[in-house]
């Protein structure tokens, strides 16, 4: 199996047990088709003091798990939802715009440092593909959730994290999990 991680932070943000496919238009990002995912919740009844021993016919009734409604990618990888980009939206585009403007050059600083050794070439590239990706972003901007890795959800600010976007269909369900292959590294698990 290969496990794809954050370049930067080394959050696990994905692997090949979903299908991923290359997205038209969009050099060097892949997508993943998500859905939702129903997950227990469970109760833990010893919290509330229950003794089972004790409660006559009715000892082993018990409490009924809860279910709750999830997306499957976000649950198997423990992402984190960074709602700060929607709180901006409310305010202003230009605010919007700039957040993540300053976002970018500081993830891009960061990763051009760690990966020094990359060649001209691979940089250019980069700041393109980046270019290309957030005009997606924008251009689809009410239909757009960003995620960061488990670790990384106060980190996205100083910009030391990378951010996958969920986009959702017209109707609000989720539709693919956007990410760029230039923030991602690959290893086998």
Not at 8 to 35: Q, T, Y
Request: include cysteine; charge should be negative.
């Amino acid at each position: 199996m290969l496990l794809y991680r954050d370049v930067v932070s080394g959050d696990e943000m994905l692997s090949d047990a979903f299908k991923i496919e290359d997205v038209p238009d969009l050099p060097n990002v892949v997508r993943v088709k998500v859905k939702n995912i129903e997950v227990k919740t469970g109760v833990d009844e010893s919290a509330f003091g229950f003794n089972a021993s004790a409660e006559g016919e009715d000892a082993d009734a018990g409490a009924d798990d809860a279910v709750k409604t999830v997306i499957d990618i976000v649950e198997g990888f423990d992402l984190k939802s960074f709602d700060m980009f929607h709180d901006l939206q409310e305010t202003a585009a230009k605010q919007t715009k700039k957040f993540m403007s300053e976002y970018l050059k500081k993830y891009l600083k960061l990763h051009k440092e760690k990966h020094s050794t990359c060649c001209v070439e691979k940089k250019e590239d980069l700041q393109k593909d980046i270019t290309a990706l957030m005009a997606f972003v924008k251009k689809n901007w009410s239909n757009v959730a960003l995620f960061t890795g488990r670790e990384s959800e106060d980190t996205i600010v100083d910009g030391s994290c990378s951010v996958c976007f969920l986009t959702y269909s017209e109707e609000g369900y989720p539709e693919y999990m956007y990410y760029c292959k230039h923030f991602l590294s690959e290893e086998k698990a």
